[in-house]
């Protein structure tokens, strides 16, 4: 009973603090263009957002989900602007079908062309995220459609000094690949492309070696800023276990006696400020923004201890009006450990190419062709994967709609069997339909 009346005090004066606070009434104008803010009463009614697209926002304050100043859903702001606070939800579902081809299939299992079909629901976010003492940004998420550690899909805190010199620490994205760093659901497609998420193949029977190209999630501290508003850089240094694992598990490489840890970095040039992290909206028609990048890492005995992983990637994005475009090569050297007592090394290549253009409103086409030798240096052979997308921007609703179809195209194999087994896993035809939400 105590415990029940002190919760009621604390709500209470969290009441009366929002009371004092100015809010602002948010509402978008029949283009979406642009924002109309009107002050109202002292009473606790909607909300406060600040204006969409700034490069202070756009550029610091990008979490992966929502940014602080996103006009979805609301957010709480003190009188001086030193403390933000922005609670939100983001929810993707899809109905997606999946064709394989024979190769692969045991009709003695009653294996089926069609499988990994029907509905699922890749993330399940509810988070917050915000700003305090006017120099430290902060966000934590939880997807509750993973499983394991990717269920803490996000947790960091940003220190800023300047805008040209910040400090981020706790579980957010790897600076590597513009397709992963992207703002979830800000994506031209549903899913990433196969060069970066898919396995690459290696002819050694180890289980703990499947390293994809795409580093996404982990957990480390960087340091990262924009220079006069054109040049970024991230610097920083990550467990290299990926989004499941949320424990220090690393030691000493016994190669070269340097922390076992993934080592990263990506510079950027974005000649007309702050490139947005986003591959199109209805609301930045008016955008002119790109953005050139250099990356690496190299993850230290990675792999359970088996591999030591040297990635380099290059990129190219831009917004202009209506328009998207984005080009991306990345390159993978494998080389194992001392232990493994395998000499040989490999390296995979990867790329892709995609455009968006907003026919309407609300409407936005896509093409996307993803190539990918994931065989790497052992065979020939490599895979391409062309893709359609249309997606529909519900108006006054945050809800995006999108459908799209991709074709996995095999090419160059010297016999069949190599044909036949660098698709593993792939299938031939994928079509999806998803809807998305955020607030």
């Known amino acids: 009973m105590k415990l029940y009346f002190q919760s009621l005090k604390i709500l209470a004066v969290a009441i009366v603090a929002m009371q004092a606070m100015p809010i602002w009434a948010v509402e978008e104008d029949v283009e979406g263009d642009t924002l109309k803010s009107s002050k109202t009463s002292n009473s606790f009614k909607e909300l406060l957002t600040p204006k969409e697209s700034t490069p202070d926002t756009g550029y610091d304050r990008e979490n992966g989900v929502l940014p602080i100043a996103d006009n979805r859903g609301f957010t709480l702001q003190s009188k001086d602007g ?3 606070f922005k609670p939100y939800m983001f929810i993707q579902t899809t109905l997606g079908l999946n064709y394989y081809d024979d190769e692969g299939l045991d009709r003695a299992y009653n294996q089926d062309n069609i499988a990994n079909s ?16 006017g120099c430290i940004d902060y966000n934590v998420s939880i997807n509750a459609a993973a499983s394991g550690g990717a269920v ?7 220190y800023a000094v300047s805008p040209a010199i910040r400090f981020r620490v706790g579980k957010f994205k790897t600076p590597f690949a513009h397709a992963y760093l992207t703002t979830l659901g800000e994506t031209l497609f549903p899913t990433l492309p196969v060069s970066l998420t898919a396995s690459v193949i290696l002819p050694y029977s180890l289980n703990a070696v499947t390293p994809n190209i795409g580093t996404g999630f982990d957990l480390g501290f960087e340091m990262h800023g924009l220079i006069k508003d054109k040049f970024g850089y991230e610097v920083g240094i990550f467990n290299g276990t990926g989004a499941n694992v949320n ?6 490489s016994d190669d070269n006696h340097l922390p076992s840890l993934l080592y990263a970095g990506r510079l950027t040039y974005q000649p007309f400020g702050a490139m947005p992290a986003t591959q199109g909206s209805p609301k930045l028609f008016n955008a002119k923004k790109a953005l050139f990048g250099i990356s690496a890492s190299f993850n230290n005995e990675a792999a359970s201890e088996s591999t030591n992983e040297l990635r380099l990637g290059l990129e190219a994005s831009a917004l202009l009006g209506r328009w998207y475009f984005a080009a991306e090569a990345y390159w993978m050297h494998l080389g194992f450990t001392k232990r493994q007592k395998i000499n040989e090394t490999y390296n995979y290549w990867g790329a892709y190419a995609q455009v968006g253009y907003f026919v309407a409103r609300s409407w936005q086409l896509g093409l996307r062709y993803d190539w990918f030798n994931r065989n790497g240096s052992s065979k020939d052979g490599s895979l391409n994967a062309p893709a359609v997308v249309c997606n529909f921007y519900v108006p006054k609703t945050n809800l995006k709609v999108s459908a799209m179809y991709q074709f996995n195209g095999r090419w160059g194999h010297k016999t069949q069997l190599d044909r036949d087994l660098d698709d593993l896993g792939i299938p031939t035809h994928s079509a999806m339909l998803m809807l998305q939400y955020a607030f």
Not at 127 to 132: D, E, I, P, R
Not at 152 to 158: F, G
């Open 82 to 84: 030193r403390f933000v």
């Open 118 to 133: 029907g509905f699922s629901i890749p993330y399940g976010i509810i988070g917050f995220t915000g700003k305090a003492f």
């Open 152 to 158: 803490l899909q996000q947790a960091w805190l940003d």
């Open 247 to 252: 424990l220090a598990t690393k030691g000493i």
